[in-house]
């Protein structure tokens, strides 16, 4: 399935904040196995969904350019229509 670059990047968000959420609960239940569970899916969910973006978009983060050479600013940037 493809998916438009809107819904690339908030399938990112999307699982990033689940992600967040599940560590938040972590937090203060960190004996719920079934919470650890969830977090593992959402966490793998979350890795899926910034390979797919990045595939399509190059990194999404700095630490993640991973080229022999500095590929960080060779898309467009949101200013100059990057993010449409």
Sequence with gaps: MMYCDNELLRKVYETGFALDDAALYLDTHPTDREAMKY???????????VQAYERVHGPLMINRVESEDWSWNDAPWPWEGGMR
């Design 39 to 49: 977090y593992q899916c959402v966490q793998q969910a979350n890795r899926d969904a």
